[in-house]
């Protein structure tokens, strides 16, 4: 599986940006998909998540009630819309895929990473 987010750049603080995680394999429907960030620094944290039938989805306190993780099983894609941004929601984004399809806020349940999506908010 290979994974490849876009949709990231510079954003004021409030803005909105949706970031997009394009998939290629035939059996990603089955797979739980995951969206991390990291800032500088920091270790690489968990932002959502949802299972691959969509029955339990998960979300960071830090980001409840304002980004909310989508798919898109026809397009293979899986999409973060992020609403009401900070400054410190600044990071590199990168979105996962877990086979097993439970879903998962841990990194270690993911075997598949994207390459990362940098979101720069401007206080």
């Known amino acids: 599986v290979q994974l490849v987010e876009s949709g990231g750049g510079p954003v004021q603080a409030g803005g909105s940006l949706r970031l997009s995680c394009a998939a290629s394999g035939r059996t990603f429907s089955t797979y739980a998909m995951g969206w991390f960030r990291q800032a500088p620094g920091k270790e690489r944290d968990f932002v959502a998540a949802?299972?691959?039938?969509?029955?339990?989805?998960y979300y960071a306190d830090s980001v409840k009630g304002r980004f909310t993780i989508s798919r898109d099983n026809a397009k293979n894609t899986v999409y973060l819309q992020m609403n009401s941004l900070k400054p410190e929601d600044t990071a590199v984004y990168y979105c996962a895929a877990d086979p097993l399809g439970a879903g998962s806020r841990s990194r270690g349940s993911y075997a598949y990473w994207g390459q990362g999506t940098q979101v720069t908010v401007s206080s």
């Open positions: 949802f299972s691959w039938t969509g029955s339990s989805i």
